[in-house]
């Protein structure tokens, strides 16, 4: 059991809208990453979280945000919704430190028509 | 710029046969390679990482530098070995990991 729950699990937008993702992490870790994996792809980095403050981002729009609370629970929000944007959205959070492990949620598998 | 290739989408073999997933890594510094595991209804889970130079589940990987790979291979598959498994490479501090698009293994009995 990685600790690692999203929530929800699945949910169906439309274009346009906001959508608000959520993660939290049991052991409390201070780093937080999400990914985007579309339908028959690899899981592609979105952007880390490190005591609140994004400490890195992959090639995503601005309309990709994030946020950590001190309890190190984290959220995705994605403005302005297309259809790209339909795909699995993972969280994760740092195994044993220093080993480069991740341990993954079961992702939110949003729909955008 | 940083990519990670699996150029096989579906790898079928049958019990007991051989297996090797391939992946090939494109990356400006010194990578640290990794594959992760997804068996059917988990979720992703590292399988294992060429720093610690394990062997997990009869599973090994070498990290060729001068070929830019990172195949995984097993002597001889098992039916349970049937997943979806994805290269990922990510640099020393381990911040950001970047994905291959994965390959489904299928072993028939």
């Known amino acids: 059991e990685t600790g690692v729950t999203q929530s929800p699990t699945h949910l169906i937008k439309t274009r346009g809208q906001q959508v608000t993702l959520r993660c939290s992490s049991q052991?409390?870790?201070?780093?937080v990453s999400w990914y985007q994996q579309a339908l028959g792809q690899g899981p592609q980095f979105i952007f880390q979280?490190?005591?609140?403050?994004?400490?890195g981002r992959g090639n995503f729009p601005p309309r990709f945000s994030g946020l950590q609370f001190p309890n190190y629970s984290s959220e995705l929000n994605v403005n302005a919704l297309e259809l790209d944007d339909s795909a699995l959205y993972l969280c994760?959070?740092?195994?044993?430190?220093?080993?480069?492990?991740?341990?993954f949620g079961e992702g939110s598998r949003l729909t955008v028509l | 710029a940083q990519r990670v290739t699996q150029p096989e989408k579906l790898l079928s073999v049958f019990k007991g046969a051989p297996v090797e997933l391939k992946c090939n890594y494109s990356?400006?510094?010194?990578?640290?390679l990794f594959w992760y595991v997804q068996y059917s209804r988990q979720r992703l889970q590292l399988l294992l990482r060429?720093?610690s130079r394990e062997s997990i589940k009869g599973f090994t990987a070498d990290l060729n530098k001068g070929e830019t790979s990172f195949h995984l291979k097993k002597p001889f598959a098992q039916e349970e070995d049937s997943a979806m498994y994805y290269c990922?490479?990510?640099?020393?501090?381990?911040?950001?990991?970047?994905f291959g698009s994965g390959t489904k293994l299928n072993v028939k009995p």
């Open positions: 990356y400006s510094g010194s990578p640290e």
């Open positions: 052991s409390g870790h201070n780093t």
């Open positions: 994760a959070s740092p195994g044993t430190p220093n080993t480069g492990e991740l341990f």
């Open positions: 990922a490479l990510s640099a020393y501090n381990f911040n950001k990991f970047y």
């Open positions: 060429h720093i």
């Open positions: 979280y490190y005591r609140e403050e994004e400490n």
